[in-house]
């Protein structure tokens, strides 16, 4: 996942700011957020910052970039490329730095100082963003470029650049009167406000729920990893002797596939699809005021609902583009889905199970499915996958695909002990990166994996050069008193998809700051991510990184032999929950409610129009939705990973016909896709480096999906019944 600055919002903290406070009383002090870095490469010295030092660095950056945009409209020159836009994209350096690292440490780690201060910057920041996209005058001088670019002499990426500036002012409501300006900012102020108590819901409701097992036999089946994980945890909230499971992945996970005690996993199973649906930390009312505030927005702006204004403003363009892709992979996912449940209930009579499948059962028996069927059993194959051995790995694609290197930095800055920094040099040996990883859980970091910077990359007029910073954050299986981290198949591929949008935002030559690294279009930034994940799994790679922890043994052909040959198993699961959730979304996106929904009534509606197998719940259901309802970053817009999933399984049959580490293939997606940022269209990229552009029927192949003569169709209109 791509996150993007203050479009993903959660509680977070400095480690280090608590010791630092002290500091902040010296009246001699410097806020290090006002003055140079020194430190390698223009790390944040992160030990320096002291809770106090962001809002005055907040409210700093904010004058600053106010005067840099009255110098702007006040400029009696004529408008042009550089008095302009290379001005107006020079103009927030200060209030980029501050949240930049705000916006990074505030997902990583928490503290009720650090959610206090959250209440306050997110507000400051949204207003002082609406304020500049609002200024006529300054709209003025960017509207003055795009009616006349095609007599300014401007290149590809410049002409590029003005037409979506033009785009992004018109689509944060330039062309309102005051009356609806003032309106709009209100509303985003609000949307920004329920971000907030969405996230502070989610993250306290996760970290509250615990599943207390005092029973030996009621462990039958886990790992031995996962029992000692759950001994330390319950050591650690005071449950000495008894094992703890929480909702975090590496703990809920495992649980769901190897118990053998049902009961357990049904716990589990319904304690995390009723996450944040009730009690104190019900997001159920938060959801209903974020729908109909987003619903009032929209008709601000034009378009007759939330998903027409989010889709308009990438590749898919409409929601029906959107819809129409999803559904020509729902009915090959739901058919295999029926596969998969006839498989697996044919082994639960087998051994005498007086039962239908249900959904806490789904993890469980597809695992006995594949060791029947494939004699593959994933506790083998974690053996090979230290968290080290796979950090090899990405590094050995990179250096291969891409002729780059990663030297650690023992001693450079870092926001937590568990982080590690790496110098990213080129063939030639000149720096391109830094690079940073935060790879395990804790109960101060929301869940999932992200990718993001701490500065971006860019290249001035003046030959000035500025390269980014960029780091990869997890929740992966913490490493055991007798064992290192040993990463599960998901969590494998997860690691190679961050590290992909990490080359992505590393790797970036675009001279402008708008257009480099990921800040391309939503539904292409999972391009260079997805494709990565294709590499983990490679004979020719596996050779070269996963070795067992024990005996160091290279993984055998064998084993190798079992992961291709079930490289596909239980994709009917996988697809049907992924695609739901994405159809989801968009229905929610479609609504204009004056009044509150009824949300799980919604969910049953969609999930009926679907005919949506009942042993699969939506990938996330809405209370815990993050993507769509923590942000906006990717409301009406989960749909993007499997839209990029067509350009990434199309992408890597090139590599699979040329050779996966072929020089000019990797050369070709290097400079089009991954260098190129958003300098031009993301479709005439992806055509430059593939020659053609793609078709689903790749998507399909990938996931082993069956297609059907004809896309199912599907009246999803007034799906929720509103």
Request: charged share 25%; hydrophobic share 35%; net charge negative.
């Amino acid at each position: 996942m791509k996150k993007q600055l203050l479009t993903v919002v959660a509680a977070g903290a400095c480690l280090l700011s608590t010791t630092n406070e002290t500091r902040a009383m010296n009246e001699n002090r410097v806020n290090p957020f006002l003055a140079a870095y020194d430190t390698p490469y223009e790390i944040p010295p992160f030990e320096k910052i002291a809770y106090s030092d962001y809002i005055p660095a907040l409210e700093q950056g904010i004058a600053e970039q106010t005067a840099a945009v009255e110098a702007i409209v006040n400029n009696k020159e004529k408008p042009n490329f550089e008095n302009t836009v290379l001005a107006f994209e020079k103009s927030g350096d200060l209030l980029n730095r501050v949240m930049l690292v705000f916006s990074s440490l505030d997902e990583c780690l928490s503290s009720p100082e650090m959610v206090e201060i959250a209440e306050k910057a997110y507000p400051m920041y949204s207003v002082h963003t609406d304020k500049m996209m609002m200024d006529e005058r300054l709209f003025k001088r960017f509207k003055s470029l795009y009616d006349n670019r095609d007599n300014l002499g401007l290149t590809g990426p410049q002409r590029r650049a003005v037409e979506e500036y033009y785009k992004s002012f018109t689509r944060a409501g330039a062309l309102l009167d005051p009356q609806k300006k003032a309106e709009l900012s209100d509303i985003n102020t609000r949307l920004t406000d329920l971000y907030l108590k969405f996230n502070k819901n989610l993250l306290n409701a996760t970290n509250a729920y615990e599943l207390v097992v005092d029973d030996a036999s009621k462990l039958s089946g886990l790992p031995s990893s996962s029992i000692d994980q759950a001994a330390d945890e319950a050591k650690a909230r005071g449950h000495e002797g008894k094992w703890v499971f929480t909702l975090h992945a590496p703990s809920r996970l495992p649980l769901l596939q190897y118990a053998d005690n049902r009961d357990l996993r049904r716990q589990m199973y319904e304690a995390y699809t009723t996450l944040a649906s009730g009690g104190e930390y019900n997001n159920y009312p938060v959801i209903n005021e974020i729908l109909k505030t987003r619903a009032k927005k929209a008709a601000l702006l034009g378009y007759p609902d939330y998903a027409s204004y989010m889709t308009a403003n990438v590749m898919a363009k409409t929601t029906a583009n959107a819809e129409e892709l999803l559904l020509h992979i729902w009915q090959p996912a739901i058919n295999r889905v029926a596969e998969e449940v006839k498989e697996m209930q044919a082994v639960v009579d087998a051994e005498g199970g007086d039962f239908k499948i249900a959904p806490w059962d789904y993890c469980y028996y597809a695992e006995k499915v594949r060791r029947e069927k494939y004699a593959l059993d994933e506790n083998e194959v974690r053996q090979y996958f230290s968290l080290e051995n796979v950090r090899k790995g990405i590094f050995t694609m990179a250096e291969r695909l891409y002729g780059i290197s990663f030297t650690e930095m023992p001693d450079a800055p870092k926001y937590h002990p568990e982080v590690k920094v790496y110098d990213v040099k080129d063939s030639a040996g000149n720096h391109l990166a830094v690079f940073m990883t935060d790879y395990f859980p804790r109960d101060s970091k929301r869940q999932g994996a992200w990718m993001s910077e701490f500065k971006g990359s860019f290249v001035d007029p003046d030959g000035t050069v500025g390269r980014p910073i960029i780091y990869n954050v997890g929740n992966f299986s913490r490493p055991t008193s007798d064992a290192p981290a040993l990463l599960t198949l998901d969590e494998v591929e997860t690691m190679f998809h961050e590290f992909g949008h990490g080359l992505h935002g590393m790797l970036s030559k675009a001279a402008l700051r708008s257009q480099s690294g990921t800040n391309v279009d939503r539904d292409f930034v999972e391009l260079p991510s997805q494709i990565h994940e294709h590499w983990a799994l490679e004979p020719e790679l596996l050779k070269e990184y996963a070795f067992h922890y024990k005996t160091g043994e290279v993984i055998p052909d064998s084993l190798i032999t079992k992961l291709q040959a079930s490289a596909t198993h239980n994709q009917g699961f996988t697809t049907t929950e992924l695609v739901g959730a994405a159809l989801l979304d968009l229905q929610w996106g479609k609504l204009n409610p004056a009044e509150d929904v009824d949300v799980e009534g919604f969910e049953r509606n969609v999930a009926a129009r679907l005919n949506m197998p009942a042993e699969v719940q939506f990938r996330y259901r809405s209370p815990y939705f993050k993507h769509i309802f923590g942000s906006d970053g990717y409301a009406s817009g989960y749909y993007t990973y499997l839209w990029a999933e067509v350009l990434d399984s199309d992408g890597f049959e090139l590599f699979a016909e040329k050779g996966i580490f072929d020089p000019e293939t990797a050369k070709s997606f290097k400079e089009n896709i991954l260098e190129a940022g958003g300098s031009e269209d993301p479709m005439e990229l992806y055509v430059k480096f593939r020659g053609h552009e793609p078709k689903v029927d790749a998507l399909l192949r990938n996931r082993g999906l069956e297609p059907v003569k004809e896309p199912v169709t599907i009246n999803l209109t007034n799906a929720g019944g509103m």
